[in-house]
């Protein structure tokens, strides 16, 4: 069953574990009236942004860091110095992986040492696009 995370008035989030239709019978417009002991809280607002931080997985959750456009641990410095002369700016982690701050950089960063980005999608060609 997911979780969800709602709002209160005051600017508490509360936390919810319950399936989708019992949500979607809370559900009035856009804010959400919880039963039980719940509805002295009055209305809230589900916080979905919060339900989401954090999560490495979910798509467009940035920073990546990538392994396939990683260097070892002793090249770091060497890498970033290159990447600064084409005018990208990537960090490392300790242990090589790239750390991508968007669609775009990764884009620019894969393009400028010559690799195929496999996981690039449709939204990356418009985002990264140069004039």
Not at 27 to 39: A, K
Not at 58 to 72: F, I, N, Q, T, Y
Request: hydrophobic content about 30%.
């Amino acid at each position: 069953m997911p979780t969800y995370i709602f709002t209160t008035e005051a600017g508490e989030n509360i936390e919810r574990t319950m399936t989708v239709a019992e949500m979607e019978r809370c559900r009035r417009g856009e804010n959400y009236l919880l039963s039980g002991d719940d509805r002295r809280l009055g209305f809230v607002k589900r916080d979905i942004a919060a339900e989401h931080r954090g999560m490495s997985s979910c798509p467009g959750a940035w920073p990546l860091k990538s392994d396939g456009a990683g260097v070892h641990p002793s090249q770091i410095k060497e890498h970033q110095e290159q990447l600064k002369s084409l005018g990208i700016s990537t960090d490392f982690t300790t242990d090589g992986r790239a750390i991508f701050r968007d669609r775009a950089h990764r884009r620019a960063h894969c393009e400028a040492i010559g690799a195929y980005d496999r996981d690039g999608g449709y939204g990356d060609a418009q985002q990264g696009a140069r004039s």
